[in-house]
């Protein structure tokens, strides 16, 4: 039996730096909240499917040299993976508090209905973030 291959802190660095390059245009441009106003939890819930697909697709499928049995596991799931699902997701969700883009662009909604607005506004951007976020890991 092989060793799993641990997962280390300078990967997870490599899948930020690509997460918040990818997900910096898409949180502060007016179209993508437009977006997400008009977004349904069903909607949202495809992005967040579509998004771990890409993002393992991207890890495992598009990298021959990985594989997802050789690799440190939490709770039967490659840490690999955790880690970029939480890149894609954390990178938008700081940049979009960090600039304020809840409040520039959703001022007119009440604060539960801005919170609703938002994570649906984190997973339109979080598609391009766990592009970023999969193709540093890839790269580097």
Same mark, same amino acid.
Not at 9 to 35: K, N
Not at 73 to 78: D, E, L, S, T, Y
Not at 96 to 118: E, H, K, N
């Given at each position: 039996? @092989?060793?799993? @291959?641990? =997962?280390?802190?300078?990967? *997870?660095?490599?899948?930020?730096?690509?997460?918040?390059?990818?997900?910096?245009?898409?949180?502060? *441009? @007016?179209? $993508?909240? #437009?977006?997400?106003?008009?977004? *349904?939890?069903? =909607?949202?819930?495809?992005?967040?499917?579509?998004? #771990?697909?890409?993002?393992?697709?991207?890890?495992?499928?598009?990298?021959?040299?990985?594989?997802?049995?050789?690799?440190?596991?939490?709770?039967?799931?490659?840490?690999?993976?955790?880690?970029? #699902?939480?890149?894609?997701?954390?990178? $938008?969700?700081?940049?979009?508090?960090?600039?304020?883009?809840? &409040?520039?662009?959703?001022? &007119?909604?009440?604060?539960?209905?801005?919170?609703? $607005?938002?994570?649906?506004?984190?997973?339109?951007?979080?598609?391009?973030?766990?592009?970023?976020?999969?193709?540093?890991?890839?790269?580097?």
């Amino acid at each position: 039996m @092989q060793e799993r @291959q641990k =997962h280390k802190l300078a990967d *997870t660095a490599q899948q930020i730096v690509g997460g918040f390059l990818l997900a910096g245009p898409f949180v502060v *441009t @007016q179209e $993508v909240w #437009m977006l997400a106003r008009n977004m *349904t939890v069903y =909607h949202s819930l495809f992005l967040v499917c579509a998004i #771990m697909a890409i993002g393992y697709g991207g890890l495992y499928g598009a990298d021959n040299d990985r594989d997802p049995s050789r690799e440190a596991v939490f709770a039967g799931v490659p840490v690999r993976f955790i880690s970029v #699902m939480i890149v894609a997701f954390g990178s $938008v969700a700081t940049l979009a508090y960090a600039i304020t883009a809840p &409040d520039l662009f959703l001022s &007119d909604l009440q604060q539960t209905d801005r919170l609703y $607005v938002t994570f649906r506004a984190m997973s339109v951007a979080a598609v391009f973030s766990v592009v970023g976020a999969v193709t540093t890991d890839s790269l580097f």
